[in-house]
């Protein structure tokens, strides 16, 4: 089973920029859909983007489209989220998981995550 670690959050004022990396191991990370979550203080885990295994279909929630681009590099075994033009409401602590199947927004169909990264935006 595949492995994920993500890096790349930290502090960020309101219009900056973050990218953020999940890498895998231990797995057949190419097979995957892959997807990115977050899940802000006192709130549910959220979706924030996915990506088919080949990189040629993604996915969005409408809170991040035309801000965030999801993208993946199977040969390094690396998922990235580019996040620009971040507002406070980005604030959050965000996941990447891995799931079998394509187009799906549910947490509960992803069946391995990393630990988290936090991503915070100030104002």
């Known amino acids: 089973q595949v492995q994920l670690v993500e890096s790349g959050g930290g502090l960020v004022q309101a219009g900056g920029s973050l990218r953020l990396s999940c890498g895998a191991s231990?797995?057949?990370?190419?097979?995957?859909?892959l997807g990115w979550f977050r899940q802000a203080p006192g709130k549910e885990r959220e979706f924030v983007a996915s990506i088919n295994w080949t990189g040629g279909s993604t996915l969005y929630a409408d809170s991040v489209k035309g801000r965030f681009t999801i993208s993946r590099d199977n040969a390094e075994n690396t998922l990235y989220l580019q996040m620009n033009s971040l507002k406070p409401e980005d604030t959050a602590v965000y996941y990447c998981?891995?799931?079998?199947?394509?187009?799906?927004?549910?947490?509960?169909?992803?069946?391995?995550w990393g630990q988290g990264t936090q991503v915070t935006v100030s104002s």
């Open positions: 998981a891995a799931a079998v199947k394509y187009g799906t927004t549910s947490p509960e169909d992803f069946g391995t």
């Open positions: 231990g797995g057949t990370f190419r097979l995957y859909t």
